[in-house]
C-alpha cells in the first residue's frame, strides 16, 4: 500500500521531492499546495516540467487538510517567515498529518534547540497525534547523521570539524548571497554571519547533537568570520560582484568543551575558489576536480581521520540530497511515535524506507 502523500513547494528543493513522490511505486501524490494562487488549477507535474500527473495543485489548505494524507512533504520557504512556516506546518500536525521538512532548521535537533517555535511544534504533535522530521544538509545529513556514524570508527577524539564548501557564483539567491554571506559587499560590512546572529540560531543545535554522540557538554559558544577580496569583477547568479568587495567566507561557531575548542561547525564560501586565500582550509576535489559543494567531517585524535561527501554537480546533487533525506523517512515517520525526531538519534535509512 502506497503512502498517501500532500506536497507543498515546488521551487529549487521542492521540485526535486515532487520528483521524487512522483516516480515512487510507495508513495501517491493525492494533492499539492502551491503558495502562489496563480499556479492553482494546473497540473502538478507540468509545474517541475515533467508529463501530467493528473493531481492539480490547489490554493485551498482546508480542503488539503481534509484529504487526510498520511503525510505532508513540506518544502516552502521556512527563510522567508519562521513563524509562518512553524504555523503553516503545525496546522497539518493537529489534523493528525505527518510532515517532514527541509524548512525548518530549528526543528532537526530539537533536544538541543532552544528555539520557542518548538513548543508549538510539539504541542501540535501532541493534539494529533503526529509526527515531525526536519532535515536538509547542513543542518541535516552531512554534519548530522552522517557524521555522528563516523564517530563509531574512533578510539579517542580529541577535537571534531564540521566542514561545508560551497561555490555560491551559480547559486541564484541575492537574499542569501548578499544579505546572509557578504558577498558584494564591503569586506568589513556587518551580516547576518559575521555578527555570529546566524550562526547560533541556525546551526547551534547541530553542534550540541554532535557534542551528545560523545557524552560532550557545551560550555561556551565562540565565533569567527573572515572575508577576502574579489581579485577582479564577476558577473554571477546574484549579478555583479566587484573587485575588491566579498567573494570568499570562512566563518566557524565554535562549541568550548573542556576549556578547548573541541566541537567547530564551518563553512568556507565562495564567488570564485581563487580568491580562497591561502591557510584557508582546502575544498575537496571530486574525482579530479574541486567539487562545487561538499563536506569534510575532520576527526581528530586516536585515529585521525577526515570524512567527505563530494557531489559530481554541487547545486544539483547538494538540493537533490536535501530533498531525499526527507523522503526517504516517509516509512520511518509514518511508524513512530509521535513527535519531533532528532535525526542524530535513529536508525539510518534509505529508499527502501
Excluded at 16 to 30: G, K, S
Excluded at 43 to 70: F, M, Q, T, Y
Excluded at 320 to 337: K, L, Q, Y
Aim: glycine share 12%; aromatic share 8%.
Amino acid at each position: 500500500m502506497a503512502y498517501r502523500v500532500v506536497h507543498w513547494g515546488t521551487g529549487a528543493t521542492g521540485r526535486h521531492a515532487l520528483a521524487a513522490v512522483l516516480d515512487r511505486d510507495d508513495l501517491e501524490l493525492v494533492g499539492h499546495y502551491v503558495w502562489n494562487a496563480d499556479k492553482a488549477g494546473r497540473d502538478s507535474g507540468e509545474l517541475i516540467g515533467r508529463a501530467p500527473a493528473g493531481v492539480l495543485a490547489s490554493h485551498d489548505l482546508d480542503a488539503l487538510i481534509a484529504l487526510k494524507p498520511d503525510v505532508v512533504t513540506y518544502f516552502g520557504n521556512g527563510v522567508r517567515d519562521n513563524v509562518q512556516t512553524t504555523a503553516e506546518i503545525a496546522r497539518f500536525l493537529k489534523a493528525g498529518i505527518n510532515v517532514v521538512t527541509s524548512s525548518l532548521a530549528s526543528a532537526i535537533h530539537p533536544h538541543a534547540s532552544g528555539d520557542a517555535n518548538l513548543a508549538t511544534l510539539q504541542a501540535a504533535c501532541n493534539e494529533g497525534a503526529s509526527t515531525l522530521l526536519a532535515s536538509g544538509v547542513d543542518p541535516g545529513f552531512a554534519t548530522g547523521m552522517l557524521s555522528v556514524a563516523s564517530f563509531s570508527a574512533a578510539h579517542k577524539i580529541d577535537r571534531v570539524r564540521l566542514q561545508e564548501f560551497a561555490n555560491y557564483g551559480t547559486y541564484p539567491d541575492e537574499q542569501t548571497g548578499r544579505g546572509i554571506w557578504g558577498f558584494g559587499l564591503p569586506l568589513d560590512a556587518e551580516t547576518l554571519v559575521s555578527s555570529g546572529v546566524m550562526l547560533r540560531s541556525t546551526w547551534s543545535g547541530t553542534v550540541e547533537a554532535n557534542a551528545h554522540a560523545l557524552g560532550w557538554t557545551i560550555e561556551d559558544w565562540k565565533t569567527t568570520c573572515v572575508t577576502a577580496p574579489a581579485r577582479q569583477d564577476y558577473d554571477t547568479a546574484i549579478g555583479r560582484i566587484d573587485k575588491g568587495t566579498t567573494s570568499a567566507v570562512w566563518f566557524q561557531l565554535i562549541g568550548v568543551v573542556g576549556g578547548a575548542d573541541r566541537m567547530v561547525l564551518e563553512h568556507i564560501n565562495w564567488i570564485d575558489a581563487g580568491d580562497i586565500p591561502e591557510g584557508w582550509p582546502v575544498p575537496p576535489y571530486y574525482r579530479g576536480e574541486m567539487a562545487e559543494t561538499s563536506y569534510r567531517i575532520c576527526v581528530e585524535g586516536q585515529p585521525a581521520y577526515d570524512i567527505e561527501l563530494q557531489m559530481a554537480d554541487g547545486d544539483k546533487d547538494g538540493l537533490g540530497i536535501t530533498a531525499m533525506h526527507c523522503i526517504n523517512a516517509i516509512p520511518m515517520v509514518v511508524a513512530a511515535e509521535p513527535g519531533i525526531i532528532d535525526q542524530c538519534r535513529i536508525v539510518p535509512y534509505g529508499p527502501g524506507g
